[in-house]
């Protein structure tokens, strides 16, 4: 099977598989445009919030908006470069149609592209690709989570001296309360990488990475993310200690850390 048929996954009383095989689809066709892009070279422009998008962005958007609505046209939509539709069905689709737009026109291959399926206000679904390095990771609510053909889990790893630390937006840490303590934080870990959003998150949930803390987030960057992690073992927390997509920030770690995160980031 390819990277945009991973198996078909259940939960106790709903089925989302053909939720995601249309998600699957319509990154995997979005994944094809954004790597000729990127091949051809694209130069970025400044958004109003100072983020960087390129045309790869907005066409990929477009693309994966028509395929959603086509497929199921009650649901509403919710993407980073402006795609809006109010919901008749109760349900969203949250897109981002190239996470790590700087790592794109940089010609790295750790940005990646998010749709999540929220229902009367939760996650339940989420595809996440990273077309340049070949993977596709998908999950479900109480259906486990998958990379390509192949189920996920998190590490089993215990020790924070074994353990891979992701920090993402370090120049966003500095007026956050536990700033002064990152660096003398971070020496008790294995090693320590800053690969971008959705890599460093995917590299969690892959059994790759043992945490990653996301100080600055908006629910396109964090939908699809969290219930892929949460469904291959993960702990998502905010730092106020919720669990949102709308929280602006997150840590995600393995079982055994999640006391460890909670008490670095303090009261």
Not at 119 to 132: K, L, M, R, S
């Amino acid at each position: 099977m390819h990277p945009g048929a991973a198996p078909p996954v259940r939960m106790g009383r709903m089925v989302w598989e053909k939720e995601l095989e249309v998600a699957r689809a319509a990154v995997t066709q979005a994944g094809e445009i954004a790597l000729r892009y990127q091949a051809l070279g694209v130069e970025a422009e400044t958004k109003a919030d100072e983020s960087p998008v390129t045309v790869a962005d907005r066409e990929c958007e477009k693309l994966i908006s028509r395929i959603l609505l086509e497929a199921f046209p009650d649901d509403g939509l919710l993407g980073e470069e402006g795609a809006r539709k109010e919901s008749r069905s109760g349900r969203r689709w949250i897109i981002d149609p190239v996470d790590g737009t700087r790592d794109f026109v940089r010609g790295s291959d750790t940005w990646g592209m998010l749709i999540a399926l929220e229902a009367d206000g939760e996650v339940v679904a989420g595809v996440c690709h990273q077309p340049a390095q070949k993977e596709l990771y998908s999950a479900s609510r109480d259906a486990g989570a998958f990379r390509n053909d192949n189920r996920v889990r998190v590490s089993e790893i215990t020790s924070p001296s074994q353990s891979v630390l992701c920090v993402n937006g370090i120049n966003d840490i500095a007026d956050l309360p536990f700033a002064g303590r990152l660096l003398e934080f971070t020496e008790q870990f294995w090693a320590v990488r800053s690969m971008g959003g959705c890599q460093d998150a995917m590299m969690v949930a892959g059994g790759r990475a043992e945490a990653w803390i996301e100080p600055s987030a908006k629910p396109w960057d964090l939908a699809p993310l969290k219930v892929i992690a949460e469904e291959a073992g993960a702990r998502f927390f905010n730092f106020d200690g919720g669990s949102s997509i709308y929280g602006g920030n997150c840590i995600l770690c393995v079982p055994a850390l999640e006391e460890l995160m909670r008490r670095f980031l303090g009261p």
